[in-house]
């Protein structure tokens, strides 16, 4: 299930992923939550970018696209050309990195920066995962990018903005671990890690 690139008439390129009988747990502003989606989108917006009617412009977007049903909308003022991919077993995991301003999770609220710069990540585990185990996903798929900050010299444990898509089968036997040491959450785990240390790397 890899993204389709979609130049936007508006100027911002977006990246499209259509899902089929799909379980999303997701930490998105706009379709976030857990439950059945349709399809999920990273909308590239300008670096100067001040909407904060979210919903609105994600509703635009999907109009301008013909797309039906629940989705997902995250933003990024990333390139979101530059999505980098990762395949670890069966589990594939794109993400486009931003880390222009970075932040600690325990940060004081005193000096915090909310401006451009966000990591945003698709994960897609081709099994059934019980509604337990997304929620893990969603965790250890945040504990393995902040490993991969770390590892690549970022001083910080995500940004003000980062939302992350974990993607699985409605249908099938139901895995009920998700963990960085289970079979599916390490594989996790490892695709993560691999994907956002490849965003940091500089464009060529």
Same mark, same amino acid.
């Given at each position: 299930?890899?993204? &389709?690139?979609? %130049?936007?008439?508006?100027?911002?390129?977006?990246?499209?992923?259509?899902? %089929?009988?799909? =379980?999303?747990?997701?930490? !998105?502003?706009?379709?976030? $939550?857990?439950?059945?989606?349709?399809?999920?989108?990273?909308?590239?917006?300008?670096?100067?970018?001040? &909407?904060?009617? =979210?919903?609105?412009?994600?509703?635009?977007?999907? $109009?301008?696209?013909g797309l039906d049903g629940s989705g997902v909308t995250m933003f990024t003022a990333a390139p979101v050309r530059r999505v980098r991919e990762a395949l670890d077993g069966d589990v594939l995991v794109e993400a486009t990195v931003g880390v222009t301003r970075p932040t600690w999770a325990a940060a004081p609220d005193e000096g915090i920066d909310t401006g451009p710069g966000t990591v945003n990540i698709v994960v897609f585990?081709?099994?059934?995962?019980? !509604?337990?185990?997304?929620?893990?996903?969603?965790?250890?798929?945040? %504990?393995?990018?902040?490993?991969?900050?770390?590892?690549? +010299?970022?001083?910080?444990?995500?940004?003000?903005?980062?939302?992350?898509?974990?993607?699985?089968?409605?249908? +099938? /036997?139901?895995?009920?671990? !998700? +963990? /960085?040491?289970?079979?599916? $959450?390490?594989?996790?785990?490892? !695709?993560?890690?691999?994907?956002?240390?490849?965003?940091?790397?500089?464009?060529?």
């Amino acid at each position: 299930m890899r993204s &389709r690139l979609v %130049e936007h008439h508006d100027g911002a390129d977006l990246l499209l992923w259509r899902l %089929e009988a799909s =379980l999303v747990a997701s930490t !998105a502003t706009v379709g976030g $939550g857990l439950g059945a989606r349709d399809w999920v989108m990273n909308a590239q917006v300008p670096h100067d970018y001040a &909407r904060t009617d =979210l919903a609105a412009h994600a509703a635009e977007l999907a $109009g301008s696209l013909g797309l039906d049903g629940s989705g997902v909308t995250m933003f990024t003022a990333a390139p979101v050309r530059r999505v980098r991919e990762a395949l670890d077993g069966d589990v594939l995991v794109e993400a486009t990195v931003g880390v222009t301003r970075p932040t600690w999770a325990a940060a004081p609220d005193e000096g915090i920066d909310t401006g451009p710069g966000t990591v945003n990540i698709v994960v897609f585990v081709p099994v059934c995962l019980d !509604a337990g185990a997304m929620l893990n996903a969603l965790v250890t798929a945040t %504990e393995a990018k902040t490993q991969a900050l770390f590892d690549g +010299g970022v001083e910080g444990t995500g940004t003000a903005s980062d939302a992350l898509c974990v993607v699985a089968r409605m249908e +099938g /036997p139901r895995e009920v671990f !998700a +963990g /960085p040491r289970s079979r599916w $959450g390490a594989r996790v785990a490892r !695709a993560v890690h691999a994907a956002v240390l490849a965003g940091l790397e500089p464009a060529p």
